[in-house]
């Protein structure tokens, strides 16, 4: 079984102060990590995904598979960073089907 | 980039009719396409994957027969919800991709299903 775990519901926190959204998951196999973003009233939409190593808004995520972990940081959070983050993985879900498993989300406030 | 549609956005129905939801993939052709259910405030509970051309494989705990899906072409899902009753109100969101391990997933905007 796949299981992502999000701990904190809610985050606030000031403009210019860094942010880390943690994730953890559970998989038994060689994991797929992403993270999700939905902005207020705007669909869900990928920030980023661990293969492509790449930074996005200025967010990274490293995969560390000692830690089962795969938190998602930024060094100055923005007041547009506000929105609800999901850490999903992606697994087989029978078959040949991928499928993937969320979190369940961390509400990120960055106040003024 | 790649833009999934949803149709209706939102309906409202009595208890006991069916309802059909359609998930588009309008620039590109998705051979998988997935069900969610989302609740208030809640996270995403994957409810069947969609494989263009075979029957949807279903997550456990859903019922095959109520929520009835189907992908007859590489750029149309649909999912009905059958015999609907208050329990099954919720925001039903799909989502598009390729079905690779790495695979990005395009989301619609979600459909909100009011039963009365």
């Known amino acids: 079984a796949q299981r992502v775990t999000q701990p904190e519901k809610l985050l606030s926190v000031f403009k210019g102060a860094p942010v880390e959204l943690k994730c953890n998951y559970s998989y038994s196999g060689s994991p797929e990590l992403f993270w999700y973003v939905q902005y207020s009233r705007q669909r869900l939409q990928l920030l980023l995904r661990?293969?492509s190593r790449e930074s996005i808004k200025g967010f990274t995520a490293d995969l560390n598979k000692g830690e089962t972990s795969f938190h998602l940081k930024k060094p100055f959070a923005q007041e547009e960073d506000s929105a609800m983050y999901y850490c999903a993985l992606s697994g087989q879900s029978g078959g040949s089907n991928y499928k993937l498993t969320f979190g369940k989300g961390t509400l990120l406030t960055v106040n003024p | 980039g790649a833009v999934v549609s949803q149709h209706p956005s939102r309906v409202i129905c009595k208890s006991g009719t069916s309802v059909k939801i359609e998930c588009r993939s309008l620039?590109?052709?998705?051979?998988?396409m997935f069900w969610y259910r989302q609740f208030p405030k809640q996270s995403l509970m994957l409810m069947a994957t969609s494989n263009e051309g075979s029957k949807a494989t279903y997550e456990q705990g859903v019922e095959k027969d109520k929520f009835l899906i189907n992908h007859a072409s590489l750029t149309l899902s649909t999912l009905t919800v059958t015999s609907a009753h208050p329990e099954d109100s919720s925001f039903y969101i799909c989502s598009a991709g390729e079905g690779g391990p790495v695979d990005t997933q395009y989301f619609g905007p979600g459909t909100r299903l009011t039963v009365l």
């Open positions: 620039d590109f052709q998705a051979t998988t």
């Open positions: 661990h293969i």
